[in-house]
């Protein structure tokens, strides 16, 4: 059984990180555009510091290093997206709505995958 979750694992690492890394990356270049869905003052500047943490729990992730509290983390931002922002987007209903609930189930999934990662790391 080892044989095949070890495998599994260090691929999950990379299907876990590599798109938030990307997620991360995007932050970056449509700041603007993200900005108006922030329900904080300074909207554009919790856009590039989330998308610094995306990006700084995927290098963590991809190089195992602080890798279980970085999913940990992750999970959390996750969550808190899920709550703060695509939640009460949801509940307005409409295509709109319908489009924030993808968001909100895509982001809901990859917390709990960032959790389940994050209990196959060893505590650092």
């Known amino acids: 059984m080892e044989q ?20 991360g990356i995007l932050h970056f270049i449509a700041a ?12 554009v500047i ?14 963590s992730i991809i190089l195992q290093k602080k890798a279980r509290l970085a999913s940990s983390l992750l999970a ?13 987007s949801a509940l307005k209903g409409g295509d709109a709505g319908q489009l ?9 999934a990859i917390a709990g995958g960032a959790l389940i990662y994050a209990s196959t790391q060893p505590i650092e």
């Open 4 to 23: 095949i979750i070890g495998p599994l694992t260090k691929l999950g690492r990379f299907l876990l990180a590599v798109p938030m890394a990307i997620f």
């Open 32 to 43: 603007d555009a993200m900005a108006g869905m922030v329900p904080l003052p300074g909207g």
């Open 46 to 59: 919790w856009v590039y510091v989330s998308g610094l943490a995306l990006i700084a729990a995927a290098v």
């Open 76 to 88: 959390v931002l996750l969550i808190i997206f899920v709550f703060a922002i695509h939640l009460p």
């Open 100 to 108: 924030s609930m993808m968001s909100l189930l895509k982001d809901l």
